[in-house]
């Protein structure tokens, strides 16, 4: 296939006119300022888009009424081919706190369905690049929209039985470390998992610790953790000061405010930045009731609260309105908010060789988004999506 007239999203951060030349499901060439000659190749003419890569949304839940712990098949084709056909190309949906024996089913659902798509017998879609497993090693104070009754000391045994489910799947884990002994727990598992601070109650001192025994990640920045505060840094301070650490932001314009965004991009620096959608069952979908991790959530236009205490209970924004929303309405720059939404989480993930930028070599998916940042046309695996 080759793709012209596009304003191509470089390594660099910087977009170039030019042409993509892809090679099956592989990107061979970028031509800048184009000059590509005549081929009897599929042609897309971009029409002067931009062309960015695939989005990664390393934390969202489900969409189009389907979540990944309904622990079916039929659910992650539902989830993987809306993702893809909204630009989303490489998912890596995040679990909710349930009893652990029925998240190793969740977990083993997902690792066929990853076997499914390495086989062709699943539904085209965005790629199952890992899980997200948001608990249940996460605070009661904090618990958010998380159910309190599974929720569980951190365990090693415990997260073994997870991984060994989901065949080395899960990519991140969830601990909150001021509940019980996980500095021993980092040291152990860090180097197969990404070791996440998540619906944390804890203080600046022992986020800290968490991160310099190897913690690497931040569930959510500002959500379900104590308030960034001049005497009281807590975790957004440790965050700060934790060089290593990527942290994950919902840019929704519900959970966090305009203003606060802009502030993290210049206290962290855009590298260390995740957009995420943390999107439910309710994103693509009517107002109404829906559930959470078995708990009733109303949503109501771009809110969803529990039905219960009236918590926010994720997002039903999906990732690329995420992108919008911060380049809109927020003043972050599309080239920097790109990046947020592709290479950083691909780094995150450990799976940047092969996704996250546009470079010769690695996934020929490609999004096209005209200059008002409407989506034009969606390329996964070098053929038009959907086909």
């Known amino acids: 296939m080759i793709i012209k007239n596009v304003k191509i999203y470089m390594p660099d951060q910087k977009f170039v006119s030019g042409d993509i030349v892809t090679d099956g499901d592989r990107i061979e060439k970028i031509l800048p300022g184009g000059a590509i000659e005549e081929s009897e190749a599929e042609t897309v003419d971009g029409e002067g888009c931009y062309c960015l890569p695939g989005m990664i949304d390393l934390h969202f839940h489900g969409c189009k009424g389907m979540d990944v712990c309904d622990g079916t098949k039929e659910a992650l084709d539902t989830i993987a081919s809306y993702e893809a056909s909204i630009g989303v190309t490489a998912i890596a949906p995040a679990t909710m706190t349930l009893p652990v024996e029925e998240l190793e089913s969740v977990l083993s659902n997902a690792a066929e369905y990853k076997k499914s798509q390495e086989n062709g017998t699943a539904v085209a879609g965005a790629d199952l690049v890992g899980i997200n497993m948001e608990g249940p090693f996460i605070s009661k104070v904090k618990k958010g929209a998380q159910d309190e009754r599974n929720i569980l000391p951190c365990s090693t045994e415990i997260y073994k039985r997870f991984q060994k489910a989901a065949r080395g799947l899960v990519k991140l884990i969830g601990v909150a470390p001021e509940e019980s002994e996980t500095e021993a727990f980092i040291r152990e598992v860090k180097g197969e998992v990404s070791v996440s601070l998540a619906h944390t109650n804890a203080d600046y001192d022992t986020a800290k610790k968490a991160f310099d025994a190897g913690a690497s990640h931040a569930v959510h920045l500002y959500n379900a953790m104590p308030a960034f505060s001049h005497r009281e840094p807590g975790v957004v301070g440790a965050v700060a000061d934790s060089s290593h650490v990527m942290a994950e932001i919902i840019c929704d314009g519900v959970h966090i405010h305009p203003a606060v965004v802009r502030a993290t991009f210049q206290m962290l620096g855009a590298d260390r930045m995740i957009l995420i959608s943390d999107s439910m069952r309710a994103a693509g979908m009517p107002d109404g009731q829906y559930t959470l991790g078995g708990l009733d959530v109303k949503v109501r236009g771009n809110r969803a609260t529990l039905v219960s205490d009236g918590a926010l209970a994720g997002s039903v924004t999906p990732l690329p309105d995420c992108v919008r929303t911060v380049v809109r309405e927020m003043g972050i ?21 092969m996704y996250g930028s546009i470079e010769a070599g690695k996934k020929a998916d490609l999004v096209l988004w005209d200059k008002d940042l409407n989506l034009k046309t969606v390329i996964k695996d070098g053929k038009i999506f959907p086909s």
């Not at 990046?339 to 989480?345: G, V």
């Open 333 to 353: 720059p599309l080239e920097i908010a790109a990046a947020c939404a592709t290479i950083n989480p691909a780094r995150s993930l450990g799976i940047d060789d």
